[in-house]
């Protein structure tokens, strides 16, 4: 069975800090992978997504970057944090190839930006 | 553009009595799916039950099931039975098409229900 993980958990970075948070999928090859963000109380809002090793696409403007480095690992990434960055962010994936429907879920990752 | 309403920022619903949420959708793609997720306090999206624009019957799984009404365009999400593990934010959420053949999820802003025992 496929399984998505995603690390650590949870962050706390001062303004100004850079950022690295990691996700990886288990059990399954060439998935569709999504970076999502949640403001408290709100929808997720996606950030980024991938079909493809080296492929990302950017949904949002933004102070953030995203990079797929590896089939089943994706990575968002910042260099210097604004208090604006706070928030639960969300990695999915789908399965590949064509008009994929549902989307799985990781455990997400609470950062806060002092 | 599409869009997704849920008009119930909160509910609240006696234990084993059933409760509808209500989520309403607009788009012009003749072709899309539905989506209802619930997420706990713990943060993570559990994926509920799925119904595609061109399924002929209702969506259940389990205790879920999906009040599909195309001309509407609305897909209330049913929970029989309820349980106090049920209270939770639930969203409704939508499939949009990408154009390099990923697809991404439009999300309602939520409801939160909440089980009386």
């Known amino acids: 069975s496929q399984t998505i993980h995603q690390w650590p958990a949870t962050l706390v970075q001062p303004v100004g800090s850079p950022l690295s948070l990691e996700c990886t999928v288990e059990?399954?090859?060439?998935?569709?992978l999504y970076w999502y963000r949640q403001a408290a109380g709100r929808g997720l809002q996606l950030l980024f997504y991938?079909?493809?090793?080296?492929?990302i696409s950017s949904e949002v403007p933004q102070n953030l970057s995203a990079s797929r480095p590896q089939d089943r690992q994706f990575i968002l990434s910042s260099k210097k944090l604004l208090l604006s960055d706070s928030g639960f962010y969300l990695c999915?994936?789908?399965?590949?190839?064509?008009?994929?429907?549902?989307?799985?879920f990781g455990p997400g990752t609470r950062l806060t930006v002092l | 553009a599409q869009k997704i309403t849920q008009t119930q920022p909160g509910m609240f619903v006696q234990e084993k009595e059933a409760v509808t949420l209500d989520c309403t959708y607009d788009t012009s793609d003749p072709s899309y799916g539905l989506f209802w997720y619930k997420q706990p306090s713990s943060g993570e999206m559990i994926f509920l039950i799925y119904?595609?624009?061109?399924?002929?019957q209702n969506a259940t799984e389990g205790r879920y099931s999906l009040n599909f009404q195309k001309a509407r365009k609305s897909a209330n999400l049913v929970i029989s039975a309820s349980q106090l593990g049920d209270s939770a934010m639930y969203f409704c959420?939508?499939?949009?098409?990408?154009?390099?053949?990923?697809?991404?999820?439009?999300f309602g802003g939520g409801t939160r229900l909440m089980v009386k025992p």
């Open positions: 991938s079909v493809g090793i080296g492929q």
């Open positions: 059990g399954t090859s060439n998935p569709n």
């Open positions: 999915a994936w789908s399965p590949g190839g064509g008009r994929a429907d549902t989307q799985y």
């Open positions: 959420a939508m499939r949009e098409t990408l154009n390099n053949a990923g697809n991404m999820l439009t």
């Open positions: 119904q595609g624009s061109y399924d002929q």
